[in-house]
């Protein structure tokens, strides 16, 4: 534990479904502090009384973080150690606790994180995509047309693509997939350590149609893995035509962010590179 004169805040992972993936040290740490910071504390008092421990236990979440902080501040000043619980897996991790976490460490706090399940790593871990570069974008936007723009923004880039979905929209995010990213292979992992963990491939249209004959397969929470786009290779007659394009269109007063996206749409690639190179066009470079 910490220092007597001051607490610390120990950010913890916990379970996402299988129980026995709560880490000693975890189970420990959940016993000796004097506070627990949770998500939802009707969850996590299961959890508590699971490892017969009975800390004190208030709520944060979106709605009261940014309120939360005063009071958990005076408790480790006092010298009492805090622990940060979501209702499952890592906290931060597209749960609470930024807010809290990047005001405490202004202030000069201690946090310790102690590490244990995340559903993205967990999902990347058995997928057999790319792992080496990923990126993560938390869960999609709600509403159609967002969703879509924020899928559009990120098709070009040739990291795995990792994303979480909600089963009561979890056919309208494949819907935008297909749009978006056509035959791209994509997996699917739900209700992961759990009983009915389940890992599906293919391409998001296969997948709807997966969905839709076995309706038991969109219960649960999803994590959605989307294959890198594959790296585009320009010749060098390809790169002087597109600079001829490029060249064109600013002369014609088009701007440098409007020319590249033109491009990118007509040749394929990534919009930054032909910003970059619309932009040292612009330079006389």
């Given at each position: 534990m910490s220092d007597a004169l001051v607490g610390s805040l120990y950010v913890v992972a916990t379970p996402i479904g299988n129980l026995e993936d709560l880490s000693p040290r975890a189970s420990r740490l959940l016993g000796e502090v004097a506070l627990v910071a949770a998500e939802d504390t009707r969850h996590t008092a299961r959890l508590l009384r699971h490892l017969g421990v009975s800390p004190s236990l208030i709520s944060l979440h979106e709605h009261n973080e940014a309120g939360r902080v005063e009071q958990i501040d005076r408790r480790l000043a006092?010298?009492?150690?805090?622990?940060?619980?979501?209702?499952?897996?890592?906290?931060?991790?597209?749960?609470?606790?930024?807010?809290?976490?990047?005001?405490?460490?202004?202030?000069?706090?201690?946090?310790?994180p102690v590490p244990g399940?995340?559903?993205?790593?967990?999902?990347?871990?058995?997928?057999?995509?790319?792992?080496?570069?990923?990126?993560?974008?938390?869960?999609?936007?709600?509403?159609?047309?967002?969703?879509?723009?924020?899928?559009?923004?990120?098709?070009?880039?040739?990291?795995?693509?990792?994303?979480?979905?909600?089963p009561h929209r979890i056919h309208n995010t494949l819907a935008d997939l297909a749009q978006v990213f056509g035959e791209r292979r994509l997996v699917l992992a739900r209700e992961l350590t759990k009983t009915f963990e389940t890992f599906l491939d293919g391409t998001a249209a296969s997948l709807i149609e997966r969905l839709a004959s076995d309706p038991d397969q969109a219960r649960g929470e999803f994590v959605i893995m989307v294959e890198g786009a594959p790296p585009r290779e320009v010749n060098e007659s390809v790169q002087v035509e597109s600079d001829r394009l490029l060249e064109c269109l600013l002369a014609e007063g088009v701007g440098v962010k409007q020319a590249a996206g033109c491009v990118a749409r007509l040749l394929g690639g990534p919009r930054k590179a032909w910003y970059a190179r619309a932009q040292r066009l612009k330079d006389g470079d």
């Open positions: 006092d010298g009492e150690d805090v622990a940060l619980v979501s209702d499952a897996g890592t906290p931060l991790i597209s749960d609470p606790g930024f807010v809290l976490v990047r005001e405490l460490r202004a202030r000069g706090r201690r946090i310790v399940a995340c559903a993205l790593v967990a999902a990347l871990s058995a997928a057999g995509l790319a792992t080496d570069r990923f990126l993560f974008s938390g869960f999609l936007p709600a509403k159609g047309g967002a969703r879509r723009g924020r899928l559009e923004a990120l098709q070009d880039h040739q990291a795995s693509l990792v994303f979480y979905e909600s």
